[in-house]
């Protein structure tokens, strides 16, 4: 299987024409249909309605821009060593722009992204990865001269669909953790007049960003969403509660140095500092490079990475509670926590004795009286 | 030991022993002493159970079929939050349904004459003249705010569990009901530390509400402990209350 293809169309040629003469065979393609209805949460049955829909198709466009980011992204959608949905669909597609995968550079590359902004007006997709630097007048990023923000609006006036992928374009990622030098922020914060669908992750898993872009192609509307913007067939659950250690954590077996016997074992990663319990991701099902295995898998927590504000909330990687305040305070706060009942159960035996030697002294103090002068 | 027998604690006065010359009142109905002592058992688990899916303190070995340790600890836990919710639920309602002990009202020193009991008060327990300190029925300015606090402290609690415990299931009641938490605190694990932190504020009362108890009824010898049992304590007929 080829690389994404950035051949141009046929201009009357439909995704079925063209996959018949790039030698895809239609068993391929259905078994590929099959599939994605699968990953879409529709059912392997959804893929001959899958199949129709796409095979009509004329000239997808896909507009790929990369702002403040690692190209990381890119990467995560492109891995793999056999053809698997990522690349079967960046076939389908006519990426148009990217300035990663395309051979042309500079002015022409520019000149490329303008022709086809032009001529694919209002129909295309806009995947986006990266952040939007806004601080200092969005200087932090500028292609061809002008800044992230800049090329982002003009991108997203003719864009049908705005695909935000990866943590950055979802809320800036580790360039907005504090003090966010940059002003780095997602595209939803800056694209407001269009409905933006983030497909997060640091990276996030491939087949989730082509699993999206096909239900749009499909469909011609993206899927539904959490209330982050998340698509939720792929966001919908924690991984928690997909993962194949849980039966570790249900019986109280638990990992507590890395390397350690219950490592070996495969325990449950929660002591050392697992945020599986508070990331929704797809991780434990679709996996990673074709499947081969993931964090968890490999013995490392989760560290939350679809998660808004990760750097942040979900540091130290390796402990249970945030470092809220960056001084350590989730180890202690237990250390504090501890201390202070202590000091409650010692300052209320203190009292109390302070309080009998008081009673005794003001009891002293009193005049003496005669001894039948109690009686009433 | 004669003198006046006016509304005042003092340290030094002996409590003349029970005679003829006590009434009994009655201050708290059978729901707040029910919901009272439930609520022990709940706070009680929560801390237990809690302490223990913060930082599993011990294991199980073998096969992890054989075992559900966390399982039935986030059970319990999940249970005793159940109760202690209903306790509020209970509580709630008789903020507006109880005696003038129990209202709403009675849960914040609203006049001029609280905050000055209220120095009194900390006085009292400082041993700084406490022979003036003021004495009332129910819950002295001290214990509203304290009180009060808890219950605040126990609604955090309670909202942050819930938003927790939601989690489980995007999209059912408690989810929907509670999502907006994890945004406001600035993340899912914002409200895992806040929820894990204020745990301690149980810890530090429950000594300090148990040993006040004690004290109070050893020197008023009115019976302020048992009147969360039987719902009343005797106090001499003669003495003036602030509240009364
Ligand atoms: S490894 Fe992480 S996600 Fe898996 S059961 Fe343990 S805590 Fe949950």
């Not at chain 2, 029910?34 to 058992?41: E, R, Y």
Request: charged fraction near 15%; hydrophobic fraction near 45%; proline fraction near 6%.
């Amino acid at each position: 299987m080829s690389l994404p293809s950035l051949e141009a169309w046929a201009a009357e040629e439909t995704l079925g024409q063209r996959l018949q003469s790039k030698g895809v065979s239609r068993r391929e393609f259905l078994e590929f249909c099959g599939k994605l209805g699968i990953v879409l949460g529709l059912g392997s049955a959804a893929g001959p309605r899958l199949a129709q829909a796409l095979q009509a198709l004329k000239r997808p466009s896909v507009i790929w821009i990369q702002l403040q980011e690692c190209t990381g992204c890119v990467e995560s959608v492109l891995r793999s060593a056999e053809p698997t949905i990522g690349n079967l669909l960046l076939e389908m597609v006519s990426l148009d722009y990217s300035h990663t995968l395309m051979a042309a550079a500079g002015h022409h590359a520019e000149a490329a992204l303008q022709q086809a902004m032009k001529a694919n007006q209002g129909k295309y997709i806009l995947v986006v990865t990266g952040s939007v630097p806004l601080a200092d007048g969005g200087i932090y990023t500028t292609i061809g001269g002008r800044t992230a923000k800049a090329v982002l609006e003009e991108a997203a006036e003719g864009a049908a669909a705005i695909v935000a992928v990866g943590a950055c374009a979802h809320w800036g990622s580790v360039q907005a953790a504090r003090p966010n030098p940059t002003g780095a922020v997602g595209v939803a914060e800056v694209i407001k007049d269009k409905p933006v669908i983030n497909v997060t992750g640091c990276p996030p898993i491939g087949d989730v960003v082509t699993a999206t872009l096909a239900h749009f192609l499909t469909f011609g509307a993206l899927p539904a969403t959490d209330s982050d913007g998340r698509p939720l067939f792929a966001y919908g659950k924690r991984i928690h509660d997909q993962c194949p250690r849980r039966a570790h954590f249900d019986a109280g077996q638990y990992v507590e140095v890395f390397d350690d016997e219950n490592a070996r074992k495969g325990w449950c990663l929660y002591h050392v500092g697992c945020k599986g319990p508070a990331t929704f991701s797809p991780c434990p099902i679709f996996q990673w490079n074709g499947g081969t295995s993931w964090p968890i898998g490999a013995g490392h927590p989760c560290i939350g990475c679809t998660e808004r504000n990760f750097w942040d909330t979900m540091t130290p990687f390796y402990d249970r509670l945030p470092d809220v305040g960056g001084f350590g305070v989730e180890r202690t706060v237990d250390i504090l926590g501890a201390a202070l009942a202590i000091g409650a159960a010692a300052g209320v035996t203190a009292h109390a004795v302070a309080t009998g030697i008081h009673q005794v002294r003001e009891r002293r103090k009193l005049p003496v009286l005669p001894p039948d002068a109690g009686k009433e | 030991m004669s003198g006046t027998r006016e509304a005042k604690l003092s340290l030094a006065h002996k409590v003349p022993p029970p005679t003829g010359a006590y009434r009994w009142v009655y201050l708290w109905e059978w729901p707040i002493r029910i919901m009272h002592w439930l609520a022990v058992a709940g706070i009680l688990t929560l801390v237990v159970t809690g302490l223990y899916i913060g930082r599993p303190y011990f294991m199980t070995g073998g096969e992890a079929s054989s075992h559900f340790l966390m399982g039935r600890v986030r059970f319990a836990h999940f249970t005793a939050a159940a109760v202690l919710v209903m306790t509020g639920i209970v509580r709630g309602y008789w903020l507006f349904m109880g005696n003038r002990y129990e209202r709403l009202r009675a849960l914040f020193p609203l006049r001029r004459r609280d905050w000055v009991n209220l120095v009194r008060m900390v006085k009292f327990y400082l041993m700084i003249r406490p022979e003036r300190a003021p004495h009332y029925l129910g819950h002295n300015p001290l214990q509203q705010l304290s009180y009060t606090a808890l219950y605040a402290i126990t609604g955090v609690m309670v909202l942050s569990g819930f938003a927790l415990y939601g989690q489980s299931d995007p999209g059912g009641f408690i989810y929907s009901a509670t999502n907006w938490i994890g945004p406001l605190l600035g993340g899912m694990p914002n409200v895992r530390f806040v929820h894990h932190a204020l745990t301690w504020a149980f810890l530090i009362f429950v000594p300090i509400h148990v040993y006040l108890a004690i004290r109070a009824d050893h020197l008023e010898r009115t019976g302020v402990i048992s009147s969360i049992v039987s719902g009343g304590r005797f106090v001499p007929v003669d003495h003036h209350f602030v509240d009364e």
